[in-house]
């Protein structure tokens, strides 16, 4: 079983994540409060010493001999200095004399460093102190009472008289207490990061473990989809909102699926349908061909008869691989450069002689571009040839068949115009449908098979262009494909009507 550093499943790397950053966030947070408890333990500390350099300096005065005399009893000062954590007291003159005029005991006759100037206020400083332990001292120059022994005229001073006498007074304390608590509130930080960290990554575990067992019920509800039930879509009651979005998607995906597999059926039923009837008709004109000895003549009519059923079956097996090709997104049909009236005309020859055995008027509004155009002829070929054919069959003895082009603004679009066979409004979008006719009996002696619409859309589609249908103030069906050409018209001259 392999390791990997970062599970692939998204519910352990959301707990990781979360992981980093309550630690990264915890030991930020840590940091900053461990520095801000660190300076104010050690302002506290240097106002202490402070309060102390001041205290001692307040405690003694200088009498008229010189010799310092204390205003404490000698009790208030062994319960100072029998204290576990004594102080570290020096009084010296300053500078640049410097000679000491009293140390505290403690000090084991050691100097304390000079510290503070006239003026300056209190400093500080770190030291070790005489014990070898860690410690910091505060010091200043204060101004002491000296008392006379005479007065400046040279009297005996019996009035008290004094003179102000600086001397620099210096403090120091061991700083074992205030590190042993800091060390005391980087532990209990720890622990609290720690817990606090392992109590919000449980929580999480939790809330992510309930709010993926819908996932977990999304995926089981997928492996049981079945596609042949139409109806079953994806439900999650109280799923998050990110899921809900899911599932509305993959419902949607499911009716987009549900609708190709209904057009899948669709196609398949009809293209069946569309088979079996010449099929039919073929194994028909056979077995009555074979149920007696015919004459030639009959036999030539029945094989003229198989003959076009076997043309109609060819062009619906032609008709059905160029939409399986188009749908499969061959785009690649070429191009060749023609003459658009030109090439119109040599589509319509085929249809030439149906239309004299019907004796249509075909009437010719077609556009001299000039100079050739780059056209898709296989597949304009194709739409062309649906609408000419329709246009033949559908319309009545002595009707009139119109068939326009032109070029505007690099838009290619033609029109052909025939009699309508009774199409109603609400038909015109159905023409475009596969194997929708609106002649359902399925004759088969018709030549429609009822995917030349929608050929011609779906190849209109793979043009970038557009085929529409519409019904004009004279009761006729106009069917209209327009899409771009790579180059637009020069030069245009509409054709004359021609009468058939």
Aim: aromatic share 8%.
């Amino acid at each position: 079983m392999s390791f990997h550093l970062v599970p692939r499943s998204l519910k352990y790397r959301l707990l990781l994540a979360l992981l980093v950053g309550m630690v990264l966030i915890e030991a930020a947070a840590n940091y900053l409060a461990y520095r801000l408890m660190e300076r104010h333990a050690w302002e506290e500390f240097d106002r202490t010493l402070a309060d102390k350099v001041r205290f001692y300096a307040s405690t003694w005065v200088f009498d008229r001999r010189g010799i310092p005399s204390w205003r404490m009893g000698q009790a208030d000062w062994d319960r100072v200095l029998d204290l576990k954590d004594p102080d570290y007291w020096q009084a010296r003159y300053p500078a640049p004399d410097g000679r000491s005029i009293h140390r505290f005991k403690t000090l084991k006759g050691k100097d304390l460093p000079s510290i503070g100037t006239e003026g300056s206020g209190i400093s500080y400083q770190d030291l070790t102190l005489p014990n070898g332990k860690f410690g910091r001292a505060a010091g200043t120059i204060e101004v002491v009472k000296q008392y006379l022994e005479q007065t400046p005229e040279g009297e005996i001073n019996t009035r008290g008289e004094f003179r102000l006498q600086p001397v620099q007074i210096v403090v120091a304390r061991s700083g074992d207490a205030v590190e042993q608590t800091l060390r005391e509130v980087r532990w209990r930080l720890l622990a609290a990061s720690v817990a606090g960290t392992l109590a919000l990554l449980g929580s999480a575990y939790l809330i992510i473990r309930r709010n993926f067992r819908t996932a977990g019920d999304l995926t089981r509800q997928i492996d049981a989809m079945s596609l042949t039930d139409t109806q079953d879509r994806f439900a999650l009651p109280g799923a998050p909102l990110e899921l809900e979005k899911v599932v509305g998607r993959l419902n949607a995906l499911m009716d987009r699926v549900t609708g190709a597999i209904e057009n899948e059926r669709q196609f398949t039923s009809n293209a069946a349908h569309e088979l079996r009837t010449p099929l039919a008709g073929m194994r028909s004109a056979i077995d009555l061909a074979l149920t007696r000895t015919r004459t030639v003549e009959e036999y030539e009519d029945t094989l003229f008869k198989l003959k076009e059923m076997q043309w109609k079956l060819q062009q619906l097996t032609e008709n059905l691989l160029l939409l399986a090709r188009l749908d499969s997104g061959q785009r690649e049909f070429g191009q060749e450069e023609s003459s658009l009236r030109q090439f119109l005309r040599t589509v319509w020859k085929p249809f030439f002689d149906l239309a004299g055995d019907k004796e249509l008027n075909i009437a010719w509004k077609v556009e001299d571009t000039g100079t050739p155009l780059l056209l898709p002829t296989k597949l304009l070929e194709i739409v062309l040839r649906n609408l000419f054919q329709n246009a033949v069959e559908y319309s009545p003895i002595g009707g009139r068949i119109e068939i326009s082009g032109h070029v505007a603004a690099g838009i290619c679009s033609i029109q052909v115009t025939n009699p309508n066979p009774g199409l109603e409004p609400g038909q015109l979008e159905q023409l475009f449908q596969r194997f929708w006719r609106a002649d359902q009996s399925g004759n088969p002696n018709s030549s429609s098979v009822g995917i030349g619409l929608s050929l011609c859309k779906r190849i209109m589609d793979v043009l970038g262009g557009t085929i529409s249908a519409e019904l004009t103030a004279e009761n006729q069906v106009a069917l209209r494909c327009s899409f771009p050409l790579p180059i637009s018209s020069s030069s245009i001259k509409c054709d004359e009507i021609v009468t058939l």
